[in-house]
C-alpha cells in the first residue's frame, strides 16, 4: 500500500522484489491453492467512526481494489490493529486484511474507507493482503483474498471483471486505480505478486473460480435503499446491459425499481429490473455512447461540448464541438464523477 509506482515497478524489474522467494508458475500457484481451505470470515470491532455513502449509495460498491501492506512482519490482526491505532493521525484505513490463515473486516463494507486516494474510495471496497516471503503461505493467502473478493461480489451483485486491461470493472488493484483513475500514486500488489511469479490476471482467474463456487451466497440489502434505483432523469430500458441491446421502453425521472443485479459496461452502472429489462441512471437518449469493441466506440452529442487538451474539464479549451455530431473514441477516463472521452491524441471531451 505505501510503496509508489516507479519504486516498486523498478524493483520488480530488477528482481529485487523480495528475497529468498522461489518463483513458480502462476498457473500452478493457481492449482496449488485449490488444495488449501480457506479462513473464516471474522468481524473486527472498530473505532473508525467516519462513515459516508459510496458514490452509487450506502451498500453499493462498484468493485474491489487490491492492495498489499508493503510491511513484511505484518499479519492480518496486527495489520487490522495497527489500522485501528493511527487512523486518526494518519488518514488512511480499509475494509478488510488477509494473510496466509485469516480474512479480518474491520470496517463496514457498505461505505467508504481511506485506502485507495479520493477518486477510488467513493467507488470501491479496500483489500489489504498481507506479505510473506514464504511461498506456501503466498499461495494460501491469495487463495483466501480471492474467495473473499469472490464472496464480497456475489454480496453485492458485482460480476467479476478484470479492470487491468481496459480501465474497467469489479476488481481492481491499486495499481490499476493509479494508471487509470488517478488520486494515488501506488503500484501494489504488482511488485509484490511479481516477486512471487504471479499477476492480476492469474490472480483474477482464481477470483472467477471463487465466483463459480459461490453461486449460493445471496446478495445482501444492507441498507435501505439496497436493491432499489430511483432514477434522477428519463431513463431508457434495454434488452441488455449495453445500448448495442434493442431499446424495450422509457422510464420516468423519480420513478423507483428493485432491481436483480448489476453489471458495469464500459464504466457505466446497469441495473437488471426484469428478464431482458435493464437500465442505467440518467441514460435519455440526448448523448449516447455505441461500444464498437473493448477500448472503441463512438459517442454522439446531445449538446456542443469543448474539446480539451487533457482528460480534465480544467484542461486547455481547443475548440466546440457542435451538438449531434458523431464522434469516435479510443480511450475512456474516470476523473471524480466525471466521464471523459479520448477523440485522438490528446483531445477529450467530457460526457
Known amino acids: 500500500m505505501k510503496k509508489s509506482v516507479w519504486g516498486l515497478i ?23 491453492a485449490a488444495k488449501y481451505p480457506v479462513a473464516k470470515i471474522t468481524t473486527k470491532k472498530s473505532n473508525f467512526t467516519y462513515k459516508k455513502a459510496f458514490r452509487q449509495g450506502v451498500g453499493r460498491p462498484e468493485g474491489i481494489v487490491i492492495h498489499e501492506t508493503a510491511e513484511p512482519t505484518w499479519t492480518a490482526a496486527s495489520g487490522a490493529q495497527h489500522f485501528m491505532n493511527e487512523w486518526k493521525t494518519k488518514q488512511t484505513y480499509v475494509q478488510s486484511l ?11 463494507n457498505d461505505y467508504q474507507t481511506w485506502g485507495t486516494g479520493a477518486v477510488a474510495n467513493k467507488r470501491f471496497i479496500s483489500i489489504e493482503l498481507c506479505e510473506t516471503t514464504n511461498q506456501t503461505n503466498f499461495i494460501k493467502s491469495v487463495n483466501n483474498l480471492a474467495y473473499y473478493t469472490a464472496t464480497l461480489l456475489r454480496q453485492y451483485n458485482l460480476k467479476p471483471d478484470l479492470a487491468t486491461n481496459d480501465g474497467f470493472g469489479t476488481v481492481w488493484s ?9 488520486g494515488t500514486d501506488h503500484s501494489d500488489p504488482v511488485g509484490y505478486f511479481a516477486a512471487h511469479g504471479y499477476d492480476m490476471n492469474q490472480f483474477y482467474a482464481l477470483v472467477q473460480s471463487w465466483y463459480g463456487k459461490l453461486g449460493k451466497v445471496k ?16 431513463s431508457s430500458v434495454y434488452a441488455g446491459p449495453s445500448t448495442n441491446y434493442k431499446k424495450v421502453r422509457t422510464l420516468k425521472k423519480g420513478s423507483a425499481w428493485k432491481y436483480a443485479s448489476v453489471h458495469v459496461t464500459r464504466g457505466q452502472f446497469w441495473f437488471q429490473i426484469a428478464t431482458n429489462q435493464w437500465l442505467v441512471n440518467g441514460l435519455n437518449g440526448k448523448t449516447t455512447i455505441k461500444t464498437t469493441s473493448k477500448n ?40 471524480g464523477n466525471q466521464t471523459l472521452y479520448r477523440l485522438g491524441g490528446n483531445q477529450w471531451v467530457k460526457a
Open 10 to 32: 523498478v524493483a520488480a524489474a530488477l528482481g529485487l522484489g523480495l528475497t529468498g522467494i522461489n518463483a513458480v508458475s502462476a498457473s500452478s500457484i493457481n492449482t496449488q
Open 98 to 108: 488477509v494473510d496466509s490463515g485469516a480474512i479480518i473486516n474491520i470496517g463496514s
Open 174 to 182: 491499486h495499481y490499476d486505480v493509479t494508471h487509470y483513475l488517478g
Open 219 to 234: 446478495a445482501k440489502a444492507s441498507a435501505k435503499n439496497a436493491n432499489v434505483i430511483k432514477l434522477g432523469a428519463t
Open 296 to 335: 472503441h466506440g463512438v459517442i454522439s452529442l446531445g449538446t456542443s461540448t469543448i474539446l480539451r487538451a487533457g482528460a480534465s474539464d480544467k484542461a486547455k479549451a481547443i475548440r466546440t464541438l457542435p451538438a449531434g455530431g458523431n464522434w469516435k473514441f479510443d480511450l475512456v477516463q474516470k476523473v
